[in-house]
């Protein structure tokens, strides 16, 4: 029962791709994605940059940032989109802790009060800072975006919070990016991008396992 648990999360991500791949031959969308491909080009130099810094902005804002993950995939590819997202992603969470740290704190404060999930996060991170950080990046337990305003609001130091938010966001990323290029390649090729296939398959294995182990660890915290 356990082990059905733990593989309905990558199960549901493999039919999501699937579904994807084949609404994505319906409608065109790998010409539609060219195309973006093709503004994204003309920028330069710049491209990326307006990018990182819309998804950065996104992050700050609270916005969900997976949809601007699966287009960075769509439109960098594997590699570039996850140097993008890694450092997009990264300095997002940093301005949002800074942001609950010294300019926005009662207002987060008033955000978070009586939130049963932040007092969890408050209490373990007085104990365990960087152990925190890292776990709580890995395991879905707290959204993404109380934990950047929220870590503002604790002891943690700031290069702890962005070092080990940077390193434990890098499997999610490399699956998200590397699912997402596969699909593109594949509408576009009409063939099976086995390379990005066997990256996405190797992040999802790595993934699984750090998530295990990390749910464990907070149990035992």
Wanted: glycine share 10%.
């Amino acid at each position: 029962m356990r082990r059905l648990k733990a593989l309905w999360r990558p199960a549901l991500l493999l039919a999501v791709i699937t579904g994807l791949f084949v609404i994505g031959l319906h409608f065109n969308i790998g010409g539609r994605i060219g195309q973006a491909r093709e503004w994204v080009a003309s920028l330069g130099a710049f491209g990326p940059f307006v990018f990182g810094l819309i998804y950065a902005l996104a992050v700050v804002a609270a916005v969900p940032a997976s949809a601007m993950t699966v287009a960075a995939g769509a439109l960098f590819g594997t590699l570039t989109g996850v140097v993008i997202v890694s450092i997009s992603a990264t300095a997002g969470a940093a301005l949002a802790f800074l942001a609950a740290r010294y300019v926005a704190r009662d207002a987060v404060k008033k955000w978070l009060s009586g939130n049963e999930t932040f007092e969890r996060l408050d209490r373990m991170t007085d104990e365990h800072g960087a152990v925190i950080v890292a776990l709580t990046r890995l395991v879905p337990l707290f959204p993404f975006n109380l934990l950047n305003y929220g870590f503002g609001l604790t002891r943690v130091r700031f290069r702890t919070y962005v070092f080990w938010s940077w390193l434990c966001m890098i499997p999610g990323t490399v699956l998200y990016v590397a699912g997402t290029d596969a699909v593109v390649r594949a509408l576009k090729e009409g063939r099976a991008p086995w390379t990005v296939i066997a990256v996405f398959a190797v992040s999802l294995i790595v993934l699984v396992l750090l998530v295990r182990y990390a749910k464990k660890k907070l149990k035992g915290r």
